[in-house]
C-alpha cells in the first residue's frame, strides 16, 4: 500500500517494499545462509521518533515562500540511498538534516537562492531524486557554514521542446524518469535511460553525477546524450551551444558533466534520443564459469556489434537472485533497434559466446521477441528493479549489504577480480566472521569490463556502520591500488571523496579547485564533493 | 622528386606537389572558370630568400645541444599549413619565425625547456607534425615575452608498449601516423585514426587539437580513442589512469583533450585501437542532390548501423574534384569489421539512400571490396589526398583556396546551408568580384552533419591575405550566428580564436585561464591559443 508520499528514510513510496512474510523468509534465508539465529526485522522509523535539530537559518522574506523547515521534508532530504544512510535512518539518526529545504520554481528562484547562501556563508545542496548511494546529498558539510539548505529540483520539470528531425530534446533538470520518457512516447522518441533508480530520479541527477543507463555498451553514460546543457552557477549562468559535434577546445559539457553540483546547479539540458525500438533479439545463456562468460563479453565488446544487453552474472550472484542454481555463470544478451532486424547481429554475438562455453539451456528458446521479461533474463530483471527493497530489509535485520563498481582493463581484469574477491572474503571475515559476496559486469567496453560486485555480511546492530565502513574502505583501497576506478557510476560524492582524490591526477585536481573558485568564490555549492570545502 | 626533408613553406617533402605541367593545367582551369587571362604560377620560396629575424634569446648551457637557431629549422617551425600560412610563406615573410627551435629527446628535457621558459620570459609552441590549418604552431604571442621557442616533439616517437588482450597502444605522442601504424601493424591491430594529414602529423596532435580521423560515425574525433594521457605542464605531470570507463567526477582527459597546448604537452597516450579490418563493404552512390543526399546520411546515422565511411560531396565539390560531372551528388558509403560480414548493415544504408533517391551508378558494383579505390569513391579518395599540393599551387598562382567547416543540428541544417552558401557567394563576390563554393559532409551523427565548405576566388596579388581574411570573416561570423561550431575539427588557433570565443560559454571562458594559471603560471605554453595570454 503506498501513501503517495516518498519515505523520507528510504526507497520508493512509504508503504511500498517487502511484505512482512517476504520479509520473514529473506530473514530465514540470512539466518540459514550465515549460520545465525533469532534474526530481528526492525521497524523503519516513523517521523515522530525523529529528533530534528534545530534548524539554524531563517529564509529571507522574499524567499520564504519557497523555503520550509517542515520536518518531513527535512528529514527526507538529509540522507541518499546507500547502506550507511539506511543504517542512521534506522538508528533514528537524522542529526544533520539540511535546515531548510527549498523548492525553486524558476531559474531566477536558483539564482536568488544562490546569491542570499553565498552572501549568508550558507551551503546549498543541489538535490534532484535523492538516489545517491554516495553521500552525494547529504548535508555534511563541515563548520565552515552557518546553515544548509537542499534545493530540491522537482519544480523544474517541463519540457521544453523537442526536436524530432533531429531527434532531441530540451528538458528541465527536475524531471523525473518516468515523466520524461512519458513525453517522449507520443513522439515515438526515447531517451532510453533506464538506471536502477530511474523511478526515484531526476535528468538533472544523471548529468550530474554521470549515471549508467540502459545501454551494457557504447551509450553507457548518460554522457554521450548530453546534447548542451544550461547551469546556474553563483557567478551567472553557462550554457554550450546544441552542437552534434566540435573540435572547439576542450569540451564544456564534459567538465560539468559529472560535476556532481560542485561547480553549479543544472537546470536544463538538450539530450539526444532514439526511436523507440520496434525490433529486439534476446538470448540468455549459462557458461561454465565467470571469467568464459567475461571472455565472451570481450569478444562481443571488440566485435563492433553493440548490444544493448550484455550482462553477466557470476554464479554467486545468478544463484542469489534467484536467475540459477549457483553452478553457472549466467550472461543475458539483447539487441534493439528502431531501424532494422538483428537476426545478423544475434547470430554473430551467440557465435562469440559459444566459442566461450556458452549454452542456450532450452534449444528454440535462445532468441525471442520478449525473452527479456522472461527466464532467467526476467528473473534477473525482476531481481534488479526489487533489489532496492531487498537492501532496506537486510539494513533492518542488522546485515551488512554494499555494492562497490569498478572498471578495469581486460588483460588486468582476471587478476583485478581474483584479488577483489578474495580480498573481499577475506576483510568480511576478519570484520563480521564471513560474508557473501558476488560479481556481474554493468557495463562493457572495447577495452575492459565495469564489474559490481555486491556483498552481504552479517553484523552487529550498532555496530553496522562502522563494520560497513571498514569493509567499504578496504575494498575501495583494493579497487585503487589495483588501478581500477572508484566508481564506474555511482558516482563520488562524499562517501568516495578519499579515494577519488587518490585516483584523479593531482593537477586536474588544482584546476577543479580553481574552477570552484571561479565559479562558486564563497564555496556554497555542496561542499566537500569534488572539491575539498572552501572555508 | 624528393629530397627527404619536408618543405619549410608548404606542404609534404622538398620536391613533392603537382608538376608543371599540372600546374599549368591547373591555371588553365581556374582561368576559363573566373575569366581571367595570364595566371602565373610564382616559385616558392628558396631558403636564401628568406630574412629571418635575428634570434633573440640563447638557450642555457644545459639546454643548447637541444636548440638549434638554424635557418631551415626556423623558417620550418614558422607556420602550419593553413591558407595564410602558405600565402605569407610565398611573400618570402617569416618574421614571426621563433627564436628558437628545440628537439628534446625525453620527458625531463622537456621539463627542462618548460623551467627555462617559465623563468626566463620565453613562449614555448608545442610542435607536432605542424599541420595546423589554424595557426596553432605560430609563434605569434604578443609582445609580453622575450623570445619564442619551437618545441618540436619528433624524437619523443616510441611505442612504449602494446597490450593486444585489451586492444591498446601506449605511444610517445611524438610519433608520426605512418610510424604508428607501423607498428601496430605486425599485431594486427590499427588505430584507424586517418586526419587527412595523416602522412604528416602526430599523435600528439591529434589529441591536442581533436583531430577528425577516419570514421565517418561514432569514433569520429580522437577523443573517443584516448584511453588515457600524459602530459608535462608547468607546475608538474599530470597523468590519468587507463580506464575504459567512469564516472569518478568530470573527465579528466576529456579536459586536455582539444587544449591545443595550452596546458601542457602531450608526452604520451594510452590508445584504444581496433583489429584491421578484413570484410569489406563498399558503394559509391549518385543523388539528385545535396539535401536529399544529406536526408539519406540523416537515416542512416540515426538507423545505428555506424558506417566508417558516409560521406556526401554537393555538385560543385564532386564537380570540381573529378568525381563526378557536376549534375549530382555523391555518397561515398562504406562498412568495414575485423570480426563479421557486413551484408546486412550494407543492405539497409542502401535502403535508407534509395528512399531519398540514391541510384548506385552502375548495376552490379553497387558493393564491392575494393570500391573504395575505384570509381567515385576511389576519385573523391585521390583527390582527397592530394588536395594540399593543389592548394599550394592556386595559392602560388594567386588565388582563394580556404575551408570552413562546422557542426549544425539537422533540424536548422537546410536553413544553415543555404545561407552559408548564399553568404560565402555574397563576400566573394563582394571581395574577389565572384569565386567558387562547395559543401560535403565529412562526418554525421544522429543529430547533426558537420557540413565542410571548400572555397576557390581569385584575388590580387599582394593582396591575398587581406581579401582572403574578409572571406574568413565574414563566414565564421555566419557560422557563430546560425548556431554552428567555428570548427569541426580543424581546431581553434590563433585563427579561430575570435569566434571561439563567442561560441564558448563565458563561465568556461573563465574556467580554462583559472586552469592556465594554475598548471602555466607564467603563461609560457602557446600564448593566445585558447586562452588569451596571461602577459
Redesign the interface.
Known amino acids: 500500500m503506498s501513501n503517495n508520499r516518498r519515505k523520507f528514510w528510504g526507497w520508493g513510496m512509504e508503504g511500498v517494499g517487502l511484505t512482512p512474510q517476504q520479509q520473514t523468509n529473506l530473514a530465514k534465508r540470512m539466518e540459514s545462509q550465515f549460520n545465525l539465529t533469532g534474526l530481528q526485522v526492525d521497524p523503519p522509523p516513523k517521523l515522530e521518533e525523529i529528533k530534528l535539530p534545530k534548524s539554524k537559518i531563517e529564509p529571507p522574506s522574499g524567499l520564504s515562500a519557497l523555503c520550509t523547515n517542515d520536518p518531513y521534508e527535512r528529514a527526507a532530504h538529509t540522507y541518499g540511498k546507500s547502506f550507511p544512510d539506511l543504517v542512521r535512518a534506522f538508528q533514528r539518526d537524522f542529526s544533520i538534516a539540511p535546515d531548510l529545504v527549498t523548492f525553486p520554481r524558476t531559474e531566477e528562484d536558483i539564482i536568488n537562492i544562490l546569491d542570499w547562501c553565498s552572501s549568508s556563508s550558507i551551503a546549498a545542496i543541489p538535490y534532484g531524486g535523492g538516489s545517491s548511494v554516495v553521500k552525494g546529498v547529504e548535508p555534511d558539510v563541515g563548520p565552515g557554514y552557518k546553515g544548509t539548505v537542499a534545493v530540491d529540483m522537482k519544480h523544474l520539470d517541463r519540457v521544453i521542446e523537442i ?1 524530432t ?4 530534446a530540451n528538458f528541465q533538470a527536475g524531471i523525473y524518469g518516468p515523466a520524461l520518457e512519458s513525453a517522449l512516447k507520443p513522439h515515438n522518441l526515447t531517451l532510453r535511460h533506464f538506471p536502477q533508480s530511474f523511478e526515484f530520479s531526476t535528468l538533472g541527477g544523471w548529468i550530474a ?4 543507463g540502459h545501454y551494457a555498451t ?1 551509450y ?2 548518460i ?1 554521450e546524450f548530453v ?1 548542451s546543457l544550461r547551469l546556474i ?1 553563483p ?18 559539457d ?7 553540483g560542485s561547480m ?1 546547479i543544472i537546470t536544463s539540458a538538450w539530450m ?1 534520443l532514439q ?1 523507440r525500438p520496434t525490433f529486439r533479439e534476446n538470448a540468455a545463456l549459462t557458461f561454465p564459469d565467470f571469467l568464459s562468460a567475461s571472455e565472451a563479453v ?1 569478444a562481443i565488446a ?5 548490444p544493448s544487453n550484455v550482462r553477466i552474472l557470476d554464479q554467486n550472484e545468478a544463484w542469489f537472485n534467484g536467475v540459477a542454481d549457483g553452478s553457472v555463470a549466467v550472461m543475458v544478451l539483447g539487441f534493439e ?5 538483428l ?3 544475434m547470430n ?1 554475438a551467440l557465435e562469440c559466446c559459444k566459442d566461450q562455453g556458452g549454452v542456450v539451456p532450452k534449444q528454440g528458446e535462445e532468441k525471442t521477441q520478449n525473452q527479456h521479461r522472461e527466464g532467467m533474463a526476467g528473473a534477473w530483471r525482476d531481481a534488479f528493479i526489487g533489489m532496492p527493497y531487498v537492501w532496506e530489509s537486510l539494513v533492518a535485520m542488522g546485515m551488512i549489504s554494499e555494492t562497490f563498481e569498478s ?5 588486468r581484469f582476471p587478476e583485478f577480480h581474483n584479488t577483489v574477491i578474495n580480498e573481499t572474503k577475506k576483510v568480511m571475515e576478519e570484520v563480521c566472521g564471513g560474508g557473501f559476496v558476488s560479481c556481474r559486469f554493468t ?8 564489474p559490481y560486485y555486491s556483498i552481504t555480511a552479517p553484523s552487529k546492530k550498532g555496530s553496522q556502520l562502522q563494520m560497513g565502513a571498514e569493509i567499504k574502505s578496504a575494498i575501495s583501497e583494493t579497487f585503487i591500488r589495483l ?10 560524492g562524499r562517501y ?1 571523496s578519499t579515494w ?1 582524490k587518490k ?6 585536481g ?3 579547485t ?2 570552484k ?3 562558486d568564490p564563497a564555496g556554497i555549492l555542496n561542499p566537500g564533493v ?1 572539491v575539498d570545502p572552501l572555508r
Open positions: 526536436d528531425t533531429s531527434r532531441a553525477t554521470r549515471s549508467g557504447l553507457t553514460h554522457d546534447e552557477t557567478t551567472g549562468i553557462v550554457e554550450s551551444r546544441r552542437l552534434p559535434g566540435s573540435g572547439a577546445g576542450p569540451s564544456p564534459r567538465f560539468f558533466i559529472g560535476s556532481e553549479g539526444r526511436n570481450r571488440q566485435a563492433g556489434l553493440y533497434s528502431a531501424d532494422h532486424p537476426d545478423a547481429w554473430r572498471a578495469i582493463t581486460w588483460e557495463y562493457a567496453y572495447p577495452d575492459g569490463p565495469a588501478g581500477g576506478t572508484i566508481t564506474h557510476h555511482h558516482a563520488v568516495h577519488y585516483q584523479r591526477p593531482e593537477g586536474f588544482r584546476i577543479l580553481a574552477a573558485k571561479v565559479l569534488i
